[in-house]
Each structure stands twice: as C-alpha cells, then as structure tokens.
C-alpha cells in the first residue's frame, strides 16, 4: 500500500451492543505488534473500550463521544486524519459517501466486514474459513493465516481436562445466551457440574439475574472468565466465532451456537472436535439433552496443539503490497 512510508495506522472497533471482546483482542494483538515495529498508532474506539487499555495505550485514543452515531464518527475521522491506513473491524453497513470521504486522504481495510460498503476498501481481509469469499487477488485476503491468537491462548501449553460443562458467551453476550442455555439446562434437568462464566463486560443486570437464578442449583457454579480453566473443561458451550476458532486450536470439544442463520462451519480437520448446535433461536432442549449427554460419556486423547505462526506478520505484508 502506498501509504506504509508514512508508518500510520489507525484501529478502528468498539466494545458493546453488538460488538463483542472479539474486534478489541484481534485489534489489540495488532496494536501491539505495528508498536513494535514503531509504527505511529491511533486508536479509535468507545468508552467501553477504553477501560481495557493500559494508560499507556489510553494516550493513543481517538475517542467516540458518547451516543455519536457511527457515521459522524467516521466524518470527524475523515476530517482529523490524513496519510493513514485504517484498519475498520466493526459489522457495520457503512454509507458509501463517508467511506469515499475516508479514502480521500487515507486508505482502508475492513477485517470480517460482509455489507456492500466493504468492497469500497483498498482490501479487505477474512481471518476465518467457515465463509465462502472470493478471493479477489491483492483485494480480499482470505483464511486462518490471518487469524489472530490471543497470547493467553499461544502460552497454553498443557490441558488438564476436568469433568465439567463450561458456558461461556465472551466477554459481554449482547443476546444474552447465557442466560438462554442456563434455562435450557434447567429444564433438560441437567445435573453434571456446570460452570457459566462471566465477561467483564456483561451488565450489572446480566450478573445480578444470573447470580439469583444460578445459586439455587447445586451443581451450577459461576465464576469470571477465565481461559485457561474454560480450556480445561471436558464440554464446552458458546457462540461460533473468535472463541470457538481458539477452542479448535487447542483441539476441544466445544458445542457451538451460531448467531446468523447462514453459516455453515466447515467439515475440515480444523473443526473436527466443533458440534454445531444451530441458530440461537432454534436451539431445542431434547436435542440439546442427548447432544450433551451422548458426548459426556466418550474420553477423549489429548492431541498435540497446532503449531501457530505469528499472523500479525501476514498482516504486515498486506500493507507492503
């Protein structure tokens, strides 16, 4: 890309609504790395986001004031910045008029962006196999060489598997599934020790009504996120995304829930060990019984990890092309 001689970059994501730990670990990673290669970084996100960073990489943010819509955002981005390559990883369906502005003193590259306004970026990358894109050459850049692994993830190196059900919904569970599977789970009677695990970011509300249901069950438990203990259960249960392409890293057996009708997870080796559950909305408690209950009896081998190259290098040599 042109502009890597000026050595700018700009991170765009949020964290809320919508927007889950997802695009902030991915971006984070990245932030991280262009850091060290001394690049001039800006962040531009929410407040939500904010309170993840260091204060070090607090003087770095670019903030969105609160309840400015994402297209005035974008403007005043468009009107502060200029030489930068700027990295969107947000779901948004952009206007076409604010992402011409944008490119008229920058240039742009989506991560998993799906909408029609995407096409408008000098590239745009698909760090995932379970979508069909084409692969337009030096445009779209498909595949799990850009897929990004947390350092949490990469430092597991042993996984003791204990006998318990983990749920886990990320770090904020904007559809609230974790409170789904609970009432599933109660009503199928399910009586194996289960572990539902919280995100820093899910509401007060969310905590509170999980805390009052969840402690009047004896073998249901909560506790905050944690990765590595969520990698040492035997079954695990969550939303088909970042998580669930981590889980299928380190090789575990993880029931999937997918957010969007039309995806379809691929049959490769690399998912051999992901069960898909379905749509969120048409998940059934019977089948969710005898989905359970039939994979709780088998053990399984542990098997070696996946040897995993740094992916935020693959990234680098997207902007020097």
């Known amino acids: 890309m042109k ?7 700009i991170f765009r994501f949020d964290i809320g609504h919508k927007d889950g730990l997802g695009h902030y670990n991915r971006s984070l990673i990245l932030i991280k790395y262009f850091l060290q290669k001394k690049f001039n970084v800006k962040i531009c996100t929410n407040s939500k986001s904010k309170k993840f960073f260091n204060n070090k990489l607090q003087e770095l943010i670019f903030l969105k004031k609160k309840n400015e819509t994402e297209d005035k955002y974008i403007n005043r981005i468009s009107s502060k910045f200029k030489n930068y390559i700027i990295f969107i990883d947000k779901l948004y369906n952009y206007k076409q008029k604010h ?6 003193k920058n240039e742009l590259i989506f ?3 799906f909408f029609k306004s995407s096409l408008l970026a000098d590239k745009i990358i698909f760090p995932e196999i379970h979508n069909k894109i084409q692969n337009k050459k030096n445009k779209v850049f498909t ?12 430092k597991i190196k042993k996984i003791d598997q204990k006998k318990n059900l983990a749920v886990t919904f990320g770090g904020s569970d904007p559809y609230n599934l974790t409170f789904k ?4 789970l109660k009503k199928i009677k399910w009586n194996e020790k289960t572990i539902f695990y919280l995100g820093s970011s899910f509401s007060k509300d969310q905590k509170i009504k999980l805390a009052n249901e969840i402690k009047k069950y004896k073998h249901f438990y909560i506790s905050n996120f944690d990765i590595k203990k969520i990698a040492n259960s035997k079954l695990i249960i969550s939303s088909f995304g970042t998580f669930s392409y981590e889980m299928a890293y380190l090789k575990k057996l993880s029931f999937v829930v997918l957010l969007r009708k039309n995806i379809k997870i691929p ?12 749509y969120y909305r048409n998940i059934k408690s019977e089948m969710l019984k005898n989905t359970l209950y039939k994979y709780l009896k088998i053990n399984f081998k542990k098997n070696k990890l996946y040897n995993k190259k740094n992916a935020a290098y693959e990234y680098f040599k997207i902007l020097k092309n």
């Open 3 to 9: 502009l890597i001689k000026y050595k700018k970059l």
């Open 99 to 104: 992402i011409l502005n944008l490119k008229k």
């Open 111 to 113: 991560i998993q962006n």
């Open 143 to 154: 595949g799990l060489k850009y897929f990004l692994i947390r350092n949490e993830i990469l």
């Open 181 to 184: 599977i609970y009432k599933i």
């Open 267 to 278: 049959t490769n080796y690399f998912f051999k060990n992901t069960i898909n559950l379905g």
